[in-house]
């Protein structure tokens, strides 16, 4: 599929229960934008995890990290309204193994990447949060 903000190609992928609460509505999926990051929900969503490094090498190539993560980026765009499930998420990418602000960090920087968000402010913002 392709992002109807910019075009990009998206990932759509099964988003686990724990999860959920993180996504609008009752859906059982997301899929991600590989250059926006514009995150949107999905009804129908594969059985299988796509490759999340499709993104940018900043994206855990470990599932367990890589989804909480690309859900965190997705809702750092409303990080007042989506508080507790971005502090959820963080800490879930965290106990997978990887440093969710060193990521982000890298993420920001990666060439690739033109998201709807302002990264770098995010990622301060975030640090405040925490």
């Given amino acids: 599929m392709t992002c109807p903000d910019c075009g990009a190609p998206t990932l759509a992928f099964a988003v686990s229960e724990q999860y959920r609460d993180a996504l609008p509505g009752e859906h059982v999926g997301a899929e991600v934008c590989t250059r926006c990051l514009v995150l949107r929900p999905v009804a129908d969503p594969p059985a299988d995890l796509p490759d999340f490094t499709a993104i940018g090498d900043a994206v855990p190539s470990n599932d367990e990290a890589a989804v ?59 640090e405040q949060l925490l």
Avoid: C, H, K, W
């Fill in 68 to 126: 909480p993560f690309v859900l965190m980026v997705g809702l750092i765009p409303s990080l007042a309204t989506n508080r507790s499930e971005i502090s959820e998420l963080l800490a879930a990418v965290e106990r997978a193994g990887t440093d969710p602000l060193l990521a982000l960090d890298r993420l920001a920087e990666d060439p690739t990447v033109d998201a709807e968000a302002d990264l770098r402010t995010r990622r301060r913002q975030l």
